[in-house]
């Protein structure tokens, strides 16, 4: 990912914080050289400083089977905004776009039924704790043929991040007159992405202490 050095976020706290709370990803890999990509949700989990993301496909999505070949990249994105040039103090400036995203790269591990019930296990209950903590004792007392039909319809994943880059984009190129005027304009927007834009970037400027 392109990434100026106004933009670039290095802190893997902030970067896990923001997947876990944007974890709807696209997770992109290459299969016989094309680029293929599906959108799933994504666990993520540290331990001893190692960033894993856990999910899986539907067993007839072809994209699992370029896994542990080469790297894949998970893609995470939030809310984004345009941001009009009159809010800059030159008169010669362009519109541009505020948005934040992080990219995770890494070798997808498979996991299957067959391979390992325990790790398939293991990944079910990551995901339900995860998004829905409600149906966790509802899956627990369904029948052992009906979780292992389940089970036998997809392919589950682990990948142990090696690269991690994030892109706050949020005009720290700009002064700091102009970062307020672009935040408290996105602040009075009644779109949600607009707004959320403005609160993060009132929240960057208030951390720099501008």
Same mark, same amino acid.
């Not at 902030?14 to 949700?41: C, G, Q, W, Y």
């Not at 989990?45 to 894949?72: C, I, Y």
């Not at 498979?110 to 829905?132: E, F, P």
């Not at 007159?177 to 992405?193: R, W, Y």
């Given at each position: 990912?392109?990434?100026?050095?106004?933009?670039?976020?290095?802190?893997?706290?902030? #970067?896990?914080? &923001?997947?876990?709370?944007?974890?709807?990803?696209?997770?992109?890999?290459?299969?016989?050289?094309?680029?293929?990509?599906?959108?799933?949700?994504?666990?993520?989990?540290?331990?001893?400083?190692?960033?894993?993301?856990?999910?899986?496909?539907?067993?007839?999505?072809?994209?699992?089977?370029?896994?542990?070949?080469?790297?894949?990249?998970?893609? &995470?994105?939030?809310?984004?905004?345009?941001?009009?040039?009159?809010?800059?103090?030159?008169?010669?400036?362009?519109?541009?776009?505020?948005?934040?995203?992080?990219?995770?790269?890494?070798?997808?591990?498979?996991?299957? #039924?067959?391979?390992?019930?325990?790790?398939?296990?293991?990944?079910?209950?990551?995901?339900?704790?995860?998004?829905?903590?409600?149906?966790?004792?509802?899956?627990?007392?369904?029948?052992?043929? &009906?979780?292992?039909?389940?089970?036998?319809?997809?392919?589950? &994943?682990?990948?142990?991040?090696?690269?991690?880059?994030?892109?706050?984009?949020?005009?720290?190129?700009?002064?700091?007159?102009?970062?307020?005027?672009?935040?408290?304009?996105? #602040?009075?927007?009644?779109?949600?992405?607009?707004?959320?834009?403005?609160?993060?970037?009132?929240?960057?400027?208030?951390?720099?202490?501008?």
């Amino acid at each position: 990912m392109y990434i100026p050095d106004a933009f670039r976020e290095d802190d893997v706290e902030k #970067l896990v914080a &923001f997947m876990r709370a944007n974890s709807f990803a696209t997770l992109v890999s290459i299969r016989e050289d094309i680029p293929v990509a599906s959108h799933i949700p994504l666990v993520i989990t540290v331990q001893d400083n190692v960033v894993k993301l856990t999910g899986h496909l539907a067993k007839p999505n072809p994209q699992w089977k370029a896994f542990e070949a080469r790297e894949s990249l998970a893609i &995470f994105t939030g809310p984004h905004a345009y941001i009009a040039p009159s809010l800059y103090e030159k008169h010669e400036s362009v519109p541009t776009w505020n948005y934040i995203a992080v990219h995770a790269y890494g070798v997808p591990q498979v996991i299957t #039924l067959s391979n390992s019930r325990k790790l398939m296990d293991k990944m079910i209950d990551q995901m339900i704790d995860t998004y829905g903590a409600d149906y966790k004792s509802q899956w627990h007392s369904l029948s052992n043929s &009906f979780q292992e039909g389940m089970m036998k319809g997809i392919v589950g &994943f682990e990948m142990t991040v090696t690269r991690l880059e994030g892109k706050y984009k949020l005009s720290q190129n700009r002064s700091s007159t102009e970062q307020h005027n672009v935040a408290h304009s996105l #602040l009075q927007s009644k779109d949600p992405d607009t707004y959320a834009v403005g609160a993060t970037m009132q929240q960057n400027l208030e951390d720099s202490g501008q």
